[in-house]
């Protein structure tokens, strides 16, 4: 698909982000101390942005990750977390498509928010949470910890390990289920209004059909393949967002006589700023591109780290060029330092996505 093709969908994620976005993602980045947006949800969903790669007989889109990918930029400009929330419950969904049963997806796609432990490195999911089957059904037990989405979602993907195994699965339970408890909110890091929680099980009694599927090890790594564009379209996005405030801010303020653009060591981090923006989008083009065409670029892990390392440090030059203003939170950069950071950490910390990354590079030469 040519960027041509996506522009509606960018113009859609730009004009939502305007009206919804920029005028409340400060204020929201004090969940847990303050109301969760539901507001914007509500119209992110009557705008279609949580059905981009439904298919049209589940009322979505049909669309691939580009489309995704130009979305969650759009939206990751404004405000990261809520940009993580489109990208959770987009993935979550994908995964019930994938694995689960016709009864299973009837009942569960058209939920408004499904949680999902994107934060887990896909092939090294926590094995917190035991599975012991009972008959047809299963009784889970145990915890899910650093949960996103789990404090306001309807349903769950929880990973667990069947009792007296070494499998790993995936069910998909409702998140009014007796027997779960939610712990309150966790201050994290960054993408707060993206919220994470612990998750307790004590024995949920849950039917052999909300398994969604019976070799998390393998299947999961495969779904998550798809979806690294995405993540490092987040990271883009957050840079892109960090890089137009620096820009505009120092077009205006005078220090030394001038405009302080006009300094070296400024234009110098607003230059940079920009080829890591300019270069990323490319990037995240080409990924995503292969994706949708049924080949994932073979170093995508390689892309996906590169991209969300270097947002992250990049966003520190864009609260540099604020000055003392650039710490403070009613400019926005300090929130999207923290929020490039944070996104570092979906699909595993960086430094185990790197292990990985060697570990299947040796792989592949044996």
């Not at 994938?98 to 408004?112: A, D, L, M, N, T």
């Not at 001038?258 to 990924?287: C, R």
């Not at 390689?302 to 030059?317: K, P």
């Not at 570092?344 to 570990?359: Q, T």
């Amino acid at each position: 698909m040519s960027t041509s093709d996506l522009q509606p969908f960018r113009d859609l994620a730009l004009r939502f982000a305007r009206k919804e976005l920029d005028p409340k993602a400060i204020d929201s980045d004090n969940y847990p101390f303050c109301d969760f947006n539901r507001g914007a949800i509500r119209t992110a969903q009557e705008a279609g942005l949580f059905k981009i790669m439904l298919s049209e007989a589940h009322g979505g889109a049909g669309q691939g990750i580009a489309a995704l990918c130009e979305i969650l930029f759009s939206l990751a400009k404004s405000d990261a977390s809520f940009a993580a929330i489109v990208f959770i419950n987009t993935l979550s969904k994908s995964a019930v498509l994938k694995w689960g049963s016709k009864p299973i997806i009837e009942r569960f796609i058209q939920s408004q928010l499904i949680a999902f432990p994107a934060y887990d490195l896909p092939t090294d999911l926590p094995t917190d949470l035991i599975a012991e089957k009972m008959g047809d059904a299963f009784s889970l037990n145990g915890r899910v910890e650093f949960f996103p989405l789990a404090p306001v979602a309807d349903a769950l993907i929880l990973p667990a390990k069947i009792q007296d195994s070494e499998v790993n699965v995936f069910f998909l339970i409702d998140a009014r289920t007796k027997g779960i408890s939610i712990g309150e909110p966790i201050l994290s890091l960054g993408l707060r209004s993206c919220p994470v929680s612990d998750v307790e099980l004590d024995r949920v009694e849950t039917s052999a059909e909300s398994l969604l599927c019976k070799d998390a090890r393998t299947e999961y790594p495969a779904l998550t393949a798809n979806f690294r564009p995405a993540v490092a379209a987040l990271a883009v996005g957050v840079l892109s967002g960090s890089y137009e405030a620096a820009k505009a801010y120092a077009k205006e303020r005078f220090q030394g006589g001038k405009i302080i653009v006009e300094h070296e060591q400024v234009g110098l981090m607003l230059a940079n700023m920009a080829v890591l923006t300019e270069s990323g989008k490319a990037l995240v083009q080409s990924m995503a591109q292969a994706a949708d065409e049924g080949k994932p670029w073979p170093l995508s892990d390689a892309g996906l780290i590169l991209l969300t390392e270097q947002a992250s440090r990049a966003t520190t030059d864009g609260v540099q060029v604020l000055g003392g203003y650039g710490y403070m939170k009613d400019y926005g950069q300090e929130k999207r330092m923290r929020d490039a950071k944070q996104i570092e950490s979906i699909f595993g910390a960086s430094p185990l996505k790197r292990m990985e990354l060697i570990a299947e590079i040796l792989r592949q030469e044996k």
